[in-house]
């Protein structure tokens, strides 16, 4: 069932809103990005909540922004274009950020409010419709995340009393020295009943050591009035971990990477490497795929099954059909068809497509290009904004010509066309079915179906050039002693070696 299932079945005569916090500046992390917006795993860390959000089913998804507003909103509106944007004002806080949203929200709306914070990316839906689900059979006022971490510093404390029952939040600076002591910290996470959190909001005040609103003074207030209060403590920290710095950032990261691979290694991929495969969220990957060591499948990469990929490839946003062999390749934007063989040593750019059982070899780069099905190109070439049929050969050294200074041009490739050797295609040019070229052939206007191309100078050789304009080189020496033995000798000598 998934997680919007999962508190719809448990809620049925209430709705549900999320109020993501995303206004802080993030100046820890030293960056002119936004926090928020840093990636992991290929997508901005409140993409992830967002994420989170969407699954939920909330009815609302308001995303309170306040630092570098415009970047912020513009990114949140891509990836939610049904999200609400709140701005908020003048008065520091994360109590101040939850009452602007709460503002957002149409008035006749009465059901829970879902606090999450955009620095939060590994927090999933499951866990929270479980808070929004014991939040809502309980009857709770508040119902919060917390977490034990061995070193809690710079977190607040959640203080219980003796019977082990909530009794408040008090922040790492506002802390006495026996709270300091206190392991089990505030995850920021929080569901609220909407009428009491809006009422309490109007009551908090700046009275403390930073001068904010705090919205951990609700909680306080709530308890004091002997509201219904449950703190839920996770057993796994990773989901409540924020990310405040690139050291942050860089763990949470590998972590992130880790649960992808664990999950696609229980759907039947093989994973080499994993500590050195790099799987992005919007990855897709088959049964009996087979990831080798320096992996890094980036965007919406998809992958079928019995493929194999790797060593040392990165592929973003690419398709890749079932059996095929990628190995030692850069890609972007292309498709390799079923069963293809791309590298090593392969530069797909992006639109380069590669048919079923075609081959793109040996240090070999394409942009803007289709090879057909069957068809190869084996090593040290480049095809630009060229199509290629059915089972034809390129030969080694083959490039197009495809740019004249201004404007780029098309090659046009047949079927079952032979090419040879260190050939350039001079676009625009069209190359008919079944033609054959010769090495060193360039080729400048179309051919027809059939026909050999050639353009083949004769060789002239000029004896006693290197001698008369090369005089003291190794080589000139060289020509000298041969010419004193006479050509007999340099025949005998090349027959013996």
Same mark, same amino acid.
């Given at each position: ?30 960056s ?30 308001v ?23 709140a ?48 939040h ?45 002591? &206190?392991?089990? &910290? ?21 009275a ?32 409540v ?31 080499h ?26 965007g ?54 590669v ?21 190869k ?117 090349s027959?013996?070696?």
């Amino acid at each position: 069932m998934d997680a919007g299932a999962l508190w719809r079945n448990a809620v049925t005569e209430t709705n549900l809103a999320v109020i993501v916090l995303a206004a802080g500046a993030g100046t820890r992390m030293k960056s002119r990005t936004p926090k928020v917006l840093h990636r992991l795993g290929g997508v901005p860390l409140i993409g992830h909540v967002l994420h989170t959000a969407a699954e939920l089913g909330a009815g609302h998804t308001v995303v309170v922004v306040r630092h570098d507003r415009d970047r912020v909103v513009e990114a949140v509106l891509e990836l939610a274009p049904e999200a609400t944007i709140a701005d908020q004002d003048e008065i520091p806080g994360t109590g101040r950020a939850v009452e602007v949203g709460l503002e957002a929200l149409p008035d006749e709306f009465g059901g829970t409010v879902v606090v999450l914070s955009g620095d939060v990316p590994l927090l999933d839906s499951g866990t929270v419709a479980r808070l929004v689900q014991a939040h809502v059979e309980r009857r709770n006022h508040l119902t919060m995340l917390t977490a034990a971490y061995d070193d809690p510093s710079g977190f607040g404390r959640v203080v219980r009393n003796e019977h082990g029952e909530f009794e408040a939040i008090v922040e790492h600076k506002d802390a006495t020295e026996a709270q300091l002591r &206190i392991r089990e &910290i505030n995850a920021g996470v929080y569901a609220f009943e909407t009428a009491t959190i809006r009422r309490v909001l109007r009551s908090i005040g700046q009275a403390n050591a930073q001068g904010e609103k705090y919205l951990t003074d609700a909680a306080s207030v709530l308890s004091r009035e002997g509201g219904r209060i449950e703190a839920v403590q996770v057993t796994d920290n990773w989901l409540v971990q924020g990310v405040n710095d690139r050291l942050q950032l860089g763990a949470t990261a590998a972590e992130y990477n880790r649960r992808i691979i664990a999950e696609w290694q229980r759907e039947g991929v093989t994973v080499h490497d994993p500590a050195t495969t790099i799987i992005e969220r919007d990855v897709t990957l088959a049964p009996d795929v087979e990831l080798f060591p320096g992996t890094q499948l980036r965007g919406a990469t998809s992958v079928a099954e019995g493929a194999l990929i790797g060593p040392d490839t990165t592929l973003v946003d690419c398709e890749v059909g079932a059996d095929a062999v990628v190995k030692r390749t850069d890609a972007t934007l292309s498709v390799i068809g079923a069963r293809a063989s791309v590298g090593p040593w392969a530069y797909l750019r992006p639109n380069s497509i590669v048919g079923d059982d075609g081959k793109i070899g040996t240090f070999v780069e394409t942009k803007n290009t289709t090879i057909g099905t069957g068809s190869k190109v084996p090593h040290l070439s480049y095809l630009g904004d060229t199509t290629v049929g059915e089972q034809s050969n390129v030969g080694a050294g083959t490039i197009t010509a495809n740019y004249d200074g201004v404007e780029k041009h098309r090659t046009t490739v047949g079927d079952h066309v032979r090419s040879g050797s260190h050939n350039v295609f001079v676009a625009p040019v069209t190359i008919q079915d079944g033609v054959y070229t010769g090495a060193g052939t360039v080729v400048r206007k179309d051919v027809p179906a059939g026909s050999l191309a050639i353009s083949v100078a004769p060789q002239r050789n000029i004896e006693g050039w290197v001698v008369a304009n090369r005089e003291g080189t190794a080589a000139a020496e060289a020509a000298a002693r041969a010419s004193e033995r006479g050509p007999e000798s340099t025949t005998r000598e090349s027959e013996s070696m």
